[in-house]
């Protein structure tokens, strides 16, 4: 057992399950609707968004690292950010970090890790958590996934439904069933179905009737289980991983990604596995009673900020000055420059060397249509 | 006669009063409400608020100078600014430049130009517009400031009221009474008296009668009469400034300044003179009949901008690049950042290298505060 890990005695959990568990970190994706703070070269999950002094993916290893242990994560992530992904994680093994060759989606990315861990380590579950979520109570997520490894170990693809604490539109849902009686799993219940992201009335509709979960992306399950899952429905894909995986730890990889990657098909894990999955009563889901959010646009940076209050003027950046007269909303700053605001409600301003966004919470989801028509006017210098 | 000087043949000005006419370009004042693009160190006049390629004080000069020919057009302006007025004004003789040890409000300003040109030219006639003006048709404007100049000859103090197009409320208004008859200055209007910022009932009760004008602060008489009637409230001011005028085309003109300026009355001229004389019927208004603005905040500068229509982004910046998305108001940038607006109306942002304000149309005049509150912070190196 690895340093540094925790183990929650008398909670049920075999413990030979936690001692198999390996934590998976997909550290991919930009954050369009977080430019022009979150570009290419400094994706969402290489910033503070939360005030908090570590990055995003450094804040996601300090939750994992404590429950898997520091030599059983994982990180996979694009070339080009391997140099600040290992700055930021100075205790990952050099092993541990995977480099895709370009984005081929959430399925590559948590398959590729899955079959490179079962391809090492037979009978390894592994749980696969987004590096750019952000997450309140981190001992009620550590015993949340503690429960999951149980699941995941009694055969199931495992999720952690997040309690809504609202209507949100923003996530997609997923729909319980019934209680399973798995050990070391008390909350754990069916999955009848992954529901996308609602309009208002139905996400009402969902968080007055219960049993509806916000869908945080987590999964936790054996990696078998979890590639055998992924080739009912993307058998060739999965052929591609395995093949990947076996030459992985040889001199043989170069060249076979070279060879394999690019051909791989590009789809949401949700739709490769989560969904059959659920349809084959093969999922179940946990219940997260913590403060979740995928901070997926400066709104929700300004409410996690504020708490929710909305009426606040929330300030991020390290040498940030603000001179506000007011005005509410949220700040986001790189520079030193003198910041000034007055009169303004639910505004965003987000101050960078080289470009400056200023709009509101209302219209914060519309940063990426912005970013699209940036990227097809060819103005990607600043993408 | 200079050369390149107009001459209105047949609008029955003397020839002799017009040939006698000097402008006098007060350069002062640092737009506080215009902060963070004027600063102490690059004022409101060194700026282009209009998109016309040019300064403010480039504008003020190229009205006047076809009037009063190039080597009688006289600057009065702070030290700190000699390099940047001469870099705009090439032509501007060097002995009408006159720079201010420390800012004294517009009588010293106006009257010390006046009490020079009087030592320099007996019966001089002076006509004082603000450098940080902005007019529409500037061939009307050059024919009121004829009328005007009549109106001196025949010994009155001259002023250009601004017909009103609106019931503003950041202007000072001019209420005219019976008309004159002036020689060549047909529009000419007693006036009853000077008016602060009225309020806006007050500003409509004022439209709807009619016979008020804008007070635009351009005065037009001869030197000898504005530094009587000034003496009439200022005896102690214009004793100083004809002292200072007598010996400042000799090596006497330092240590004079240096004893005299420092204690000089700061007063405004509406109140040393253009009251006083409205009260004795001294004073007379030509007709202004042209777009007229002193550009106070970026409300007023936006609205120039879109032509009054108030439903357009004006962008102001010669390097701006402004990507917007249902945004109205105004941009104004000194870099080549990218400006990305989207879903914010009467906006106002304004991009400087140290400085960024966000505020909108409606909150623009409390930019003033704001300086203020950083003056008493402190926070001096962004002024």
Known sequence: MAEGTIRWAGRGTEPDAVDRFYAVIPAGGIGSRLWPLSRADAPKFLHDLTGAGQTLLKQTWDRLAPIAGEQRVMVVTGRAHRAAVEAQLPELVDANIVLESEPKDSSAAIGLAAAILEHREPGVIIGSFAADHVIGDV??????????????????IATIGILPTEPATGFGYIESGDALA???????????????KPDLDTARSYVERGGFFWNAGMFIARADLLLTEMAKSQPELVRGLRELAAAWDTPERGALVDRIWPRLTKIAIDYSVAEPAAAEGRLAVVEGDFAWDDVGDFASIAKLQSGGRGSDLAILGEHARVLADSATGIVVTDSDRLITLIGVENIVVVDTADALLV???????RVKSVVDALKISGRTEVL
């Open 139 to 156: 001992r009620r997520f550590r015993s949340t996934v503690v429960e999951a490894i149980a699941l995941a170990d009694a055969g199931y």
């Open 182 to 196: 798995v050990p070391g799993a008390p909350t754990a219940l069916a999955v009848t179905r992954f529901v996308e």
């Open 359 to 365: 709009t509101t919470s209302e219209h914060a989801q």
